[in-house]
T-cell receptor, first 116, second 112 residues
């Protein structure tokens, strides 16, 4: 099975612009989570989508948003970019085997965003 | 905040076992212990998880103490490719969604 894929892998934007990142989960996985990783703050949870609905949300400003499509693919959007948004953005998918409660997350390679 | 405490760094000789400790003294009865690792600039890689029994897979072994307040990840024969940051995470499965709370992890350096 193919792993989690993220596009683009690298991106350079300027302050004030907006950006959209894409994530394709492992086939059959219905949950997609997004994380931001910076040297100062480490890995931080942004939000999670399951069956096109946001199920969980981290402590990030409203400039960060996301959505999930019926095929489980997900996008996240950051509007009015700030220098501090420069980070590695990671997507993770999980199967959510509800009968057993096992929900191992598998991560993609990430999108590295640089804001100038 | 992360519910785990790990040493910031460790060294291990190539071919020897790497034993990475993790303290999770406030773990709840429905929380699992998960281990991930992140090789430089790549996405975190799932290693293993467990509830209260010891677990083993092709990558590693997880030893959880009887009181569940600490655990040890064991890489039986460390190689240079095991150099990475290792994260220990505790999380409940039901009704918690997909949120993983990462701490600072342990930076493992495997040396020849």
């Amino acid at each position: 099975k193919a792993g989690v894929t993220q596009t683009p892998r690298y991106l350079i934007k300027t302050r004030g612009q907006q950006v959209t990142l894409s994530c394709s989960p492992i086939s059959g996985h219905r949950s997609v989570s997004w994380y931001q990783q910076t040297p100062g703050q480490g890995l931080q949870f942004l939000f999670e989508y399951f069956s096109e609905t946001q199920r969980n949300k981290g402590n990030f400003p409203g400039r960060f948003s996301g959505r999930q499509f019926s095929n489980s693919r997900s996008e996240m959007n950051v509007s009015t970019l700030e220098l501090g948004d420069s980070a590695l953005y990671l997507c993770a998918s999980s199967l959510t085997v509800e009968s057993t409660g096992r929900e191992t997350q598998y991560f993609g390679p990430g999108t590295r965003l640089l804001v100038l | 905040d992360a519910k785990t405490t790990q040493p910031p760094s460790m060294d291990c000789a190539e071919g020897r076992a790497a034993n990475l400790p993790c303290n999770h003294s406030t773990i709840s009865g429905n929380e699992y212990v998960y281990w991930y690792r992140q090789i430089h600039s790549q996405g975190p890689q799932y290693i293993i998880h467990g509830l209260k029994n010891n677990e083993t897979n092709e990558m590693a072994s997880l030893i959880i103490t009887e009181d569940r307040k600490s655990s040890t990840l064991i890489l039986p024969h460390a190689t240079l490719r095991d150099t990475a940051v290792y994260y220990c995470i505790v999380r409940a499965l039901y009704n918690q969604g997909g949120k993983l709370i990462f701490g600072q992890g342990t930076e493992l350096s495997v040396k020849p």
